[in-house]
């Protein structure tokens, strides 16, 4: 008889640090050596709506070479990105020539991805977000949607869809129905909890039954604390995401990679502020190897 297969929960997590969690002119060796540092395993970099974080897109391949350089000497990674740049330049959105500049964002995207080692990147799950959402917006966002799949594809990187705060997509099952339409392995769900929890108040189920409507697709989450009607810079612990319920539960779905996610509000002791946020988290993952 073959040895038992080890329990999933025993493979040890990864816990990144959104890079927002850190005074935004820090230099890059300043971000990864602080990361490092305060006890996380990667770095989830942002390439937000603003043409400061878009521009990071066009870097060449000097600046890249040099991102890579600084990252093996700081022992640590940016492993994932955050992708919201689609917020103003949605996949589906009415005007055709924003449609364009989407698909373009998502092939630099990859490129850069590609480049930097990054596996996963997070696609903010709006199929328009400035104008209304209609029957023909989300065709375009279907249509936006396989290309988008296929350019992951070629380069072998996950596309995960982040639940967000709008009807449009707030729920796993939401996210399920098109990551079904697309059926591609590089398409699946990178779930915010602390979302989930607000958009359980909202309908009215648990989190718990909303994670299971996406097993075997969730590929990472985003830990996050929220209060009622609330999505962001909720200090963790002051709020009712329910990380000792919804860590392991993800654990055992077979989710080993989290990120925490958290902003810089101006705060001196940044720093410390980091630390104290991965002591917080990392006690909430259970039967973790010590290798």
Request: charged residues 25%.
């Amino acid at each position: 008889m073959s040895a038992p297969i080890q329990s999933a929960t025993k493979v040890p997590v990864k816990l990144g640090l959104y890079e927002k969690a850190m005074p935004n002119q820090l230099t890059w060796p300043a971000k990864l050596d602080a990361a490092r540092a305060a006890g996380y395993d990667f770095i989830e970099i942002s390439i937000d709506e603003t043409a400061e974080k878009l521009a990071r897109l066009d870097w060449q391949a000097q600046e890249r070479r040099q991102l890579r350089q600084e990252m093996d000497i700081a022992g640590i990674r940016i492993e994932t990105m955050c992708l919201s740049g689609h917020r103003k330049y949605p996949l589906g959105s009415p005007d055709e020539a924003t449609r364009r500049e989407s698909l373009a964002i998502m092939a630099k995207a990859v490129g850069l991805a590609a480049d930097l080692g990054i596996r996963i990147i997070q696609l903010a799950g709006y199929d328009t977000y400035y104008d209304p959402s209609t029957e023909q917006t989300r065709a375009w966002f279907v249509e936006g949607l396989q290309h988008c799949a296929d350019l992951a594809s070629r380069e072998g990187i996950i596309l995960g869809f982040e639940t967000m705060e709008t009807p449009f997509m707030d729920t796993v099952g939401k996210a399920m129905a098109y990551v079904d339409v697309i059926d591609s392995p590089y398409l699946q769900v990178y779930p915010d909890i602390g979302n989930l929890t607000n958009a359980s108040l909202i309908y009215g189920w648990s989190v718990s039954d909303d994670l299971d409507t996406g097993r075997g697709h969730i590929c990472a989450a985003h830990l996050k604390e929220t209060i009622p009607g609330h999505y962001r810079e909720i200090h963790y612990g002051t709020g009712h995401t329910d990380f000792k319920m919804l860590v392991p539960k993800l654990q055992d779905m077979g989710v080993h990679r989290f990120t925490a996610e958290f902003w810089h509000v101006g705060e001196s002791d940044w720093q410390a502020v980091l630390q104290g946020n991965a002591a917080f988290l990392r006690p909430f993952f259970k039967n973790q190897s010590s290798e």
